[in-house]
């Protein structure tokens, strides 16, 4: 009998570690994270050009316009196949910088400021030129909360950094996604 109790134990070990194992490759299957391959672009879409960005948002970064077109640049030469020319790429871009702002978000029960927010818009007009279907112009917007307490000076450029990283995430999307 005891024997039985210790053969019937290590099955149901077996039997478990198994069924461990099963569970987690099926989470890893549902659980999809996107990367580039997930991404739909056009085999005939060879060139892209992205035209300096203009600002004109009320309150000013200088160096916010040269900046997000770098990175949009940068997003595209890094995750695409294309390549970059100065014009009449097949797929097109001008952006402007509509808003760029802080606003307060959050106040202690002193009534005094714990957090602020800084917004940044971008207006994008896409002009696909292979496709004029997959044209399109969309406002895209993101934030980042900081502490009221921190001179914003002194964060400004890691925010701006932060937000257009995923602002340039956004516009890739809509442009190659299939979602």
Known sequence: MIVKTLDINVNKKKLS???????????????????????????????FTINPTNNIATFQNASAAADFTEKLKEKFIRETRMVLTRQDGDIEYTCT????????????????????RL???????C???KDNKKSYTQNFRDGENFSAQTAFNSLE????????????QQIFNKSFSNW
């Open 17 to 47: 570690f198994f069924a461990l194992i099963l569970f987690a490759l099926i989470c890893s299957n549902a659980c999809k994270i996107y990367r580039f391959s997930d991404a739909s672009i056009d085999p005939n879409l060879k060139t």
């Open 97 to 116: 910088i509509i808003e760029y702002n802080i606003e307060p978000i959050a106040l202690t029960n002193t009534q005094t400021l714990a957090q602020n």
């Open 119 to 125: 917004n940044i818009s971008v207006k994008v007009e």
């Open 127 to 129: 002009i696909n030129h």
């Open 157 to 168: 450029s890691n925010l701006q950094n932060t937000i257009f990283d995923r602002i340039t």
